[in-house]
C-alpha cells in the first residue's frame, strides 16, 4: 500500500520527451493496465487510439494550434496573453513519440428501458447519468495508464486542451459518430523531471457528514 501511495504522489505530468521510441510491447502493458478500471456494469465504454504517425500528431498538433487562434481573437485584449500562454500547453502532446486518445460513449441502457409518460426533468438525469458514467469510467481508465506509465519509468500526461478542436480531432481519427473525446495522452521517455505540485489541505476539499 506505501508503494501505492507512493506511485500515486510522485507521479507528475511529463511533457517533454526524449527522442527515442516505446516499445510497442509496453504501451499494450500501459492499455491492458488502463482497461483494468472498474465500469458501470462493466461496459467497458472506452476505446484508445494509439497514435505513433508524426504526420497525423503533427496534423492533430496544427488543428489545435488553429482552434486555439480563432478563440484567441475573440479573447478580451487583455485576456489574451493569458489565453495564448495557456494554449501553448494544449499541443505538449506534440513531440511525444506515442500520442494515446482515450475515447468514450455513454449507451442508452436505462433511457431505453423509461417510457414515454416519465417526466422531461428525469429523462434528462437518466441520460445525463448514462453519459457521465461513461466518461468517468474512462478517466479512471486513463489514470490506471498514468499509474502504470510512471511505474515503468515512463512520461506522460493527461490532456483536455486538445478538445478545444475536438471536432476536427475526431475526423483526423477516423473515430465514430457518437464516441467522445476524454483525454490526449501524451507518452514518451521522459526528458524533464518536473518538481512536485501542490495539493490543497484536505481539509479544504473534504467535508465528513456524520
Ligand atoms: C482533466 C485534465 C486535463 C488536463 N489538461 C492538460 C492540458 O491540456 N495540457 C497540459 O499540459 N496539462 C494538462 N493537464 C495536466 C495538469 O496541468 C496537471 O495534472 C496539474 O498541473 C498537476 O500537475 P501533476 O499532474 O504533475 O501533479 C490536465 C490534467 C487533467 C486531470
Given at each position: 500500500m506505501n508503494d501505492l501511495s507512493e506511485l500515486m504522489a510522485s507521479r507528475r505530468s511529463v511533457r517533454a520527451y526524449a527522442d527515442r521510441p516505446v516499445d510497442e510491447v509496453l504501451v499494450r502493458a500501459l492499455l491492458a493496465d488502463a482497461v483494468a478500471a472498474p465500469s458501470p456494469s462493466n461496459a467497458q465504454p472506452w476505446r484508445f487510439l494509439v497514435v505513433t504517425s508524426r504526420e497525423r500528431i503533427a496534423a492533430m498538433a496544427s488543428a489545435v494550434r488553429e482552434a486555439t487562434a480563432r478563440i484567441a481573437s475573440h479573447v478580451t485584449p487583455e485576456g489574451r496573453a493569458a489565453f495564448v500562454a495557456y494554449g501553448d500547453?494544449?499541443?505538449?502532446?506534440?513531440?511525444?513519440?506515442v500520442v494515446i486518445v482515450a475515447i468514450h460513449r455513454g449507451r442508452r441502457v436505462l433511457g431505453h428501458l423509461v417510457d414515454d409518460a416519465l417526466p422531461g426533468d428525469d429523462r434528462a438525469r437518466i441520460e445525463a447519468m448514462e453519459r457521465d458514467s461513461a466518461l468517468a469510467a474512462t478517466a479512471m481508465a486513463v489514470q490506471n495508464l498514468l499509474l502504470s506509465a510512471h511505474a515503468r519509468g515512463l512520461g506522460a500526461s493527461p490532456m483536455?486542451?486538445?478538445?478545444?478542436?475536438a471536432d476536427q480531432l475526431l475526423g483526423l481519427l477516423g473515430v465514430p459518430a457518437g464516441w467522445g473525446i476524454a483525454a490526449v495522452v501524451p507518452v514518451g521517455w521522459p526528458a524533464e523531471h518536473p518538481s512536485p505540485t501542490a495539493r490543497k489541505p484536505l481539509d479544504a476539499v473534504v467535508t465528513w457528514l456524520r
Amino acid at each position: 500500500m506505501n508503494d501505492l501511495s507512493e506511485l500515486m504522489a510522485s507521479r507528475r505530468s511529463v511533457r517533454a520527451y526524449a527522442d527515442r521510441p516505446v516499445d510497442e510491447v509496453l504501451v499494450r502493458a500501459l492499455l491492458a493496465d488502463a482497461v483494468a478500471a472498474p465500469s458501470p456494469s462493466n461496459a467497458q465504454p472506452w476505446r484508445f487510439l494509439v497514435v505513433t504517425s508524426r504526420e497525423r500528431i503533427a496534423a492533430m498538433a496544427s488543428a489545435v494550434r488553429e482552434a486555439t487562434a480563432r478563440i484567441a481573437s475573440h479573447v478580451t485584449p487583455e485576456g489574451r496573453a493569458a489565453f495564448v500562454a495557456y494554449g501553448d500547453y494544449f499541443v505538449r502532446f506534440e513531440a511525444a513519440p506515442v500520442v494515446i486518445v482515450a475515447i468514450h460513449r455513454g449507451r442508452r441502457v436505462l433511457g431505453h428501458l423509461v417510457d414515454d409518460a416519465l417526466p422531461g426533468d428525469d429523462r434528462a438525469r437518466i441520460e445525463a447519468m448514462e453519459r457521465d458514467s461513461a466518461l468517468a469510467a474512462t478517466a479512471m481508465a486513463v489514470q490506471n495508464l498514468l499509474l502504470s506509465a510512471h511505474a515503468r519509468g515512463l512520461g506522460a500526461s493527461p490532456m483536455t486542451g486538445p478538445m478545444v478542436a475536438a471536432d476536427q480531432l475526431l475526423g483526423l481519427l477516423g473515430v465514430p459518430a457518437g464516441w467522445g473525446i476524454a483525454a490526449v495522452v501524451p507518452v514518451g521517455w521522459p526528458a524533464e523531471h518536473p518538481s512536485p505540485t501542490a495539493r490543497k489541505p484536505l481539509d479544504a476539499v473534504v467535508t465528513w457528514l456524520r
